[in-house]
């Protein structure tokens, strides 16, 4: 059985580097998760998608074109594993264990840190993104305040991640214990060039993503903190 902070499962065909390996609660993340709603109605619009290659496929066998019935059949049953993969339960047991910081109190306001890489041995460059939220259970609410999160990534181009949604572990786990083990967690990585850990580099982060306007976009940067631009 994995800790905290061990490798995650396969998830479509990626393995998080440290995850929470525990199974969150249903009861708390449809109380908190802010993304939940978004992810169900997402999950619906795939499952339809789902159904329709499926009826297309059986209609092919039964004109007889047995050839594309089969293609289609083994494209409908790899979709139908991509959604079958998609629920919150998964994100918050094996996805990535990411940093965020409070920048602000009213409203609450967290930025977030990630690694973009997809692949090892490549050039370091982090992504750091904005985010307004409702409720933060199981945290003061105090400016500086260490969130950990969890997220899980969008596509990767040119090897490198665009898209990432991070949620709070305290949107998915009751137990505020959780909440300290995965900060000290994150601060004894030492795998951060140029800086002691990834609150360090959140801290160096802060004024200029205060300044950034957007939210829910993710800002890039390089090993030392300079903005890259990155073909979206």
Known sequence: MNNIGDTGENINFSIASR?????????????????????TKFRNKLILVLLTILG???????????????????VGLLFMFFVVSINNTTVYKNGLIVPAIIIDINPIKIIALANMCSEENQKLIWGCQKITLKNLPNHKIEVGEKIPCV??????IDGYR????????SWGYKNPKYITEVVDLITNDDEC??????????????NTMKEFEKE???VFFDENLNKVEMEK
């Open 19 to 39: 995850a929470m390996n525990i199974e969150p609660d249903k009861k708390q993340i449809k109380k908190f998760d802010e993304y939940a709603k978004q992810t």
């Open 56 to 74: 297309l496929s059986i209609y092919l066998f039964v004109i007889g074109h047995w050839i594309w019935g089969s293609i289609v059949a083994v």
């Open 151 to 156: 997220t899980m990534f969008g596509i990767a």
């Open 162 to 169: 665009r898209h990432f949604e991070p949620r709070p572990i």
């Open 193 to 206: 060039p140029n800086f002691n850990n990834e609150w360090g580099i959140l801290e160096n982060l802060t």
């Open 216 to 218: 829910n976009e993710v």
